[in-house]
């Protein structure tokens, strides 16, 4: 079963290179694999220590103590929720018709497996594009550069800042690891196909946010 039609393998041809950093790495074995999939490694994030909050779906989120209070957390809790629904939906867009099914099995099953930490290193610097000031920290990738957010290459972790800007992008690109690592689907890029995906604002106030105004509430 091929995952992405010759199509979509245009459109990614045509969209820029996703940035990931790479990093640490745990394997696990997918239940119910065909002898192919039995030698496919399976990369699963450290939903473990350190995990002091996890949304409705499911996702385990180190927050680094950076939502004080009931209200903030739960509105966190929320727009990482509402940044999956959005990934979700992208991602059932992008498969053709004959492989909706087994993604669709699959899908609910992401969220457990995702890891967010919300990055501490952070502080406020000056978007190159839009000049708005904006969270973000030190990448490990590229000396002297600053992102917003960032994924392990090999396991489902993404790591974000507290106004979780760049989340979705990144969250997509760990959901092209799970389903390349769970079939014989050849993988897309996930990360770039829906790199459009919207930005969703706190139910308070977080700025500073670098695209605040143009948020969904």
Not at 72 to 81: E, P, V
Request: charged share 20%; net charge negative; glycine share 6%.
């Amino acid at each position: 079963m091929r995952f992405a039609a010759s199509a979509v393998v245009a459109i990614l041809a045509a969209l820029l290179t996703g940035c990931a950093a790479g990093g640490q790495k745990s394997a696990a074995d997918s239940s119910g694999a065909s002898s192919s999939q039995a030698q496919r490694e399976v990369y699963l994030a450290p939903n473990g220590v350190g995990f002091d909050l996890i949304t409705p779906d499911g996702i385990h989120v180190k927050t680094n103590d950076q939502y004080k209070t009931s209200e903030q957390r739960h509105s966190a809790s929320a727009a990482i929720d509402r940044y999956w629904s959005s990934v979700k939906d992208c991602t059932l867009q992008m498969v053709p018709p004959g492989d909706t099914l087994i993604v669709q099995k699959l899908l609910p099953e992401f969220p457990s497996h995702l890891s967010i930490e919300i990055s501490d290193n952070w502080q406020i610097v000056e978007g190159h594009v839009t000049h708005r000031k904006q969270q973000a920290f030190p990448s490990l990738r590229k000396p002297g550069a600053f992102i917003t957010a960032t994924r392990e290459e090999d396991s489902l972790m993404v790591e974000v800042v507290p106004e979780l800007n760049g989340l979705g992008r990144q969250m997509a690109g760990a959901v092209n690891i799970w389903l390349s690592g769970h079939t014989d689907a050849t993988s897309t890029d996930l990360s770039n196909v829906c790199a459009a995906l919207p930005c969703y604002r706190f139910r308070y106030d977080n700025a500073p946010s670098q695209a605040w105004e143009n948020c969904t509430d």
